[in-house]
Each structure stands twice: as structure tokens, then as C-alpha cells.
């Protein structure tokens, strides 16, 4: 076994502190990967703090992965020792299901295993993320990384980029599209960077009136204050889709008028709290809203080759482990530029 240092939670009050844990030997298909650096998602804070009512503790939070590869297994073809590597949301799925087989793992009928707060796919071992040194994972489920971007910028891409990616290529998002995101933090800024990239018309909303140059620097060609009545009413059947990225509870419908005919809202945050959505306002301008969920390994590299191509990173902020929770809190107050990435260097030497 593999002996790991972690920061982990205990349960859904305590705050995150040193924990250290085993990982599995390195198994024939396995890589072993020393981190170097992890994003830090608002979903980490969702299930530290069992918000969607599904936590397992010790948790040791973290999907946003990037290391280099220490050893690996006799049967490993993709992956050398001394490449770059990325885990992202999960680490295996049942590989049989039709989602599985059409390369849309994160749909595995099964629930896959998560890279954190979940269980291998033997049902019996927890699953521990990369607020920690090394991770082990069979390299079908690791991405490869190039060396041409800062690796830190890299790191939310394993979530918060192909969050905001999938859904753009899978209602082929691009010029001619009039696009709003909603709720500019980790996802938001990756959603306005590469909706711009694909060639669309982005429109920030937010409720952070200081976020507005960023907004601009990061590609959006316009931003409206969702505070701003005045401005939303203007704003109303404007929208071809709108990217909602917006972790707490919130009213769908104030947005759904926003929407143009055949509209679509793609909810990608997952408050804890549901929101109640009125028939008119989909039946007027034949509106839909969907739900998206990361992507599959295919297309996770694929966005990874895409921003590499495009030099697309993260703004990010590197922290130490040791200020993890307070990050956690400037996050809940819409306080981050616009994600933290932990510097696992700081772990090591902790
Ligand atoms: P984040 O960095 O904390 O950003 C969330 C942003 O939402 C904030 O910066 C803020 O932006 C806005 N916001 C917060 N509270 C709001 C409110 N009450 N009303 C309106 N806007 C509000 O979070 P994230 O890491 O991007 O994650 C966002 C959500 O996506 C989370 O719920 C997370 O669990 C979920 N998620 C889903 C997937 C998926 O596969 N679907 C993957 C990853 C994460 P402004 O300051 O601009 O208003
Ligand atoms: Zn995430
Ligand atoms: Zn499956």
C-alpha cells in the first residue's frame, strides 16, 4: 500500500485538516500520479458539507488533477514515468453500459466511482481525491497533459473546463449564438472564455458589479447586473442558450425570460435547494431547460488538445493547504479569481 498525506473533512461541520491514508499498489492498467496541483470546485464544499445529502466521511475532496506520472503498471501503453497527467471527476465506471461504450462515462447507469466521496467500481473501497501527495487510477480514466500551458491553469480544466465545454459542443454552441452566463466564478469564467473561443455573443450576468472588467478581459462582449432590473427586463427573449453556473438556490424562471424562441437554460450548478419552475415560462417561446454533468474521458482530452491548441487556462489563485478553508469561505461570498488551485508542494512539506 501506499502511504498518502491528505487534508480531509470528518464530518459535515468540522473544517478540513491533515489526514493520512493508503492508496492501492499499482495495479497492471494503474498509474501512480504525485500531484502537483488541485483546483478547488464548489462542489468540493457542496459534499464536504453534505449538501446534496450523499456524504461519506473522512472525505478527502478534489477533482481537479494535475501530477506526474511516479510508476507505472506492466500492461500501462498510454503513459510513461515522467509524464504529465490529469484525473477529473471519476476513476472508473462498469465500461458495459451504452454510456460507457459511447465514451460518456460520467452517465454510467451505475453512478461510476467518483474520484472523491464515492466507491471503486468493487463497491467496497472509498474513494479519496487530490487534496493530496498521490492518486493511483487505471489509465484508461487519466487524461495527458500537455506541457505547454502553466499546470496550475491547467488543473480546473479537468472540471470546471469540460463542465462548461461538453455542454457548448453538444448544442454546437458557436458563431451566430447569443450566449449569458450566469455567475461568474470557477465554471462561469471557464463558460466565457470558451463560448468566445467557439465564436458566440457572450453576455455576463452577475451580481458582483466588481467582476465587470474581468468579465471583458476574459471575452465577454457584454455585462448586466442580474440586480439591475431595469437592465434584465431589456434583456428579456435576448438568449439562444443560457449557461447557469450558479451554486446557490436561486429562481429558474427569472431567467428562463431571458430566453429567445426554442431557448435553452443548461443548468450545470447544482444548488442544495430545488427551484420551482412555472409552465408559462417555458410554454411561452417554447423554452427548455436541460442539466449537463462534466464529460467523458474522450472529450475531456479533447478539451484539454482544444485549450492547449487555443491557450485557453484558469485564472487561478495558488494557495497553500494550510489556507483551504478559507478559501472555502471567500468562495460562498463569490470571492475568488476565479479559482483556487492548491499548490500540493505545501501539502508535502506540511
Ligand atoms: P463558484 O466558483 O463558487 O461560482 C459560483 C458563482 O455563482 C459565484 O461566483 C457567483 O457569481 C454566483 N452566485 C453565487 N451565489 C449566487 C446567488 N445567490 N445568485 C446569483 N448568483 C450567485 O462555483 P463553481 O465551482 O463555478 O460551481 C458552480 C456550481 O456548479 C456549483 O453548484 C457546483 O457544484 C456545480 N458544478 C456542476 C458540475 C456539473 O457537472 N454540472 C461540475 C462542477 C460544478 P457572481 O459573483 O458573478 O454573481
Ligand atoms: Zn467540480
Ligand atoms: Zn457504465
Not at 500492461?75 to 453500459?97: N, P, Q, Y
Not at 410554454?283 to 488538445?305: F, H, N, P, V, Y
Not at 492547449?308 to 489556507?323: G, P, Q, R, W, Y
Request: with cysteine; net charge neutral.
Amino acid at each position: 500500500m501506499i502511504a498518502t498525506k491528505a487534508y480531509a473533512v470528518q464530518d459535515a461541520t468540522s473544517p478540513l485538516g491533515p489526514w493520512s491514508f493508503e492508496r492501492r499498489e499499482v495495479g497492471p492498467h494503474d498509474v501512480q500520479i504525485e500531484i502537483l496541483y488541485c483546483g478547488v470546485c464548489h462542489s468540493d464544499i457542496h459534499q464536504v458539507r453534505n449538501e446534496w445529502g450523499n456524504s461519506m466521511y473522512p472525505m478527502v475532496p478534489g477533482h481537479e488533477i494535475v501530477g506526474r506520472i511516479t510508476k507505472i503498471g506492466d500492461h500501462v501503453t498510454r503513459f510513461k514515468v515522467g509524464d504529465l497527467a490529469g484525473i477529473g471527476c471519476f476513476v472508473d465506471s462498469c465500461r458495459e453500459c451504452t454510456p460507457c461504450k459511447d465514451g460518456e462515462e460520467q452517465y454510467c447507469v451505475t453512478g461510476g466511482a467518483s474520484t472523491y466521496n464515492g466507491m471503486e467500481m468493487d463497491r467496497k473501497t472509498p474513494t479519496y481525491g487530490g487534496y493530496s501527495t498521490q492518486i493511483v487510477a487505471d489509465e484508461k480514466y487519466t487524461l495527458k497533459v500537455s506541457d505547454k500551458l502553466p499546470l496550475e491553469g491547467v488543473a480546473p480544466l479537468l472540471c470546471a473546463g469540460i463542465t462548461t465545454y461538453s455542454p457548448l459542443r453538444h448544442w454546437k454552441v458557436g458563431k451566430g449564438h447569443k450566449v449569458a452566463v450566469l455567475g461568474l466564478g470557477g465554471l462561469g469564467h471557464m463558460a466565457v472564455k470558451l463560448a468566445a473561443a467557439m465564436g458566440a455573443e457572450v453576455t455576463m450576468l452577475s451580481t458582483s458589479p466588481s467582476k465587470e472588467a474581468d468579465a471583458r478581459r476574459l471575452g465577454a462582449h457584454h455585462f448586466a447586473l442580474i440586480t439591475n432590473t431595469d437592465r434584465m427586463k431589456g434583456l428579456r427573449s435576448q438568449f439562444d442558450f443560457i449557461i447557469n453556473t450558479i451554486s446557490a438556490p436561486h429562481d429558474y424562471s427569472t431567467y428562463l425570460n431571458l430566453l429567445n424562441l426554442d431557448g435553452v437554460m443548461i443548468c450545470l450548478g447544482v444548488p442544495p435547494e430545488p427551484s420551482v419552475v412555472p409552465a408559462f415560462n417555458l410554454i411561452m417561446g417554447r423554452r427548455s431547460i436541460a442539466g449537463s454533468l462534466i464529460g467523458g474521458i474522450r472529450e475531456t482530452q479533447e478539451m484539454l488538445d482544444y485549450c492547449a491548441a487555443h491557450n485557453i487556462t484558469s485564472d487561478v489563485e495558488v494557495i497553500d493547504i494550510k489556507d483551504i478553508n478559507t478559501a472555502y469561505e471567500r468562495m460562498l461570498k463569490g470571492d475568488v479569481k476565479y479559482r483556487f488551485v492548491i499548490d500540493i508542494a505545501s501539502l508535502k512539506k506540511s
